[in-house]
């Protein structure tokens, strides 16, 4: 019950990473206000929302404050990879600029808006904020996604700034940075393309991708007081790629 009377909102909770976190937080005794763009997110309370749309940011939060008075572990989670993201040469403006919105403006959006509510509770450990960055945040990739790479490496360094901006004052903010997951949009990606997979799991220390579930746990741990001296971090769960030149054979 590490998570028990608080109130945690996490966005992109309809799928992968945000629905395992929802269950693991639940589990753990918090009530969830579950969002996402698609309908019927789970969480005890389910709201529609699109992130980056500032005025639905603002009423997220008012919804959550009139139905339990409160906010304390904030999840900026939700986010894209489209396949039209690709090597700098070959990426769109269009699609640039799509993948920054959803991935980093919605990261902003959510600190913005929310961090004043996590200022209204009572000190020392007023809340923790935790936004989804990516272990691509850190290290360089042949196989480019240009616009998620970037976007990524923005959600670290605002993530590192508010951390520091904010320790004095209670509230908590660090950066998640999850390797390769195994969710169904990545099993249909890879069945399409064997040679793709297996360029990226041979660079995996431990010879697999990630579950959505273990994932969860790092979040849980950033949301709940067993982090309370940790804050301004770069939290990574990749399974040792960052940390590798040769993997085992």
Known sequence: MRLKDKVCVVTGAAGGIGAATVEVFKQEGATVVGVDLSEDAPG?????????HEGQVVDMFARTIETYGRVDVIFNNAGISPNDDGSVLDTSLEAWQRVQDANLRSVFLGCKYGIPHLLENDPPNRGSIINTASFVAVMGAATSQ???????????????????????????????????????????????????????????????????????????FLASDDSSFVTASTFLIDGGISGAYVTPV
Not at 181 to 194: G, H, I, S
Not at 201 to 214: D, I, K, N, Y
Request: proline residues 6%; charged residues 25%.
């Open 44 to 52: 005890d309370l389910s709201l529609q929302v699109d992130v980056t």
């Open 146 to 220: 240009i616009s998620y790479t970037a976007s990524k490496g923005g959600v670290l360094a605002l993530s590192r700034e508010l951390g520091v901006e904010y320790a004095r004052r209670g509230v908590r903010v660090n950066a998640l940075c999850p390797g390769p997951v195994d969710t169904p949009l990545l099993r249909e990606l890879f069945a399409k393309d064997p040679e793709r997979a297996e360029r990226r799991l041979v660079h995996v220390p431990m010879g697999r991708f990630a579950e959505a579930a273990e994932i969860a746990k790092g979040a849980l």
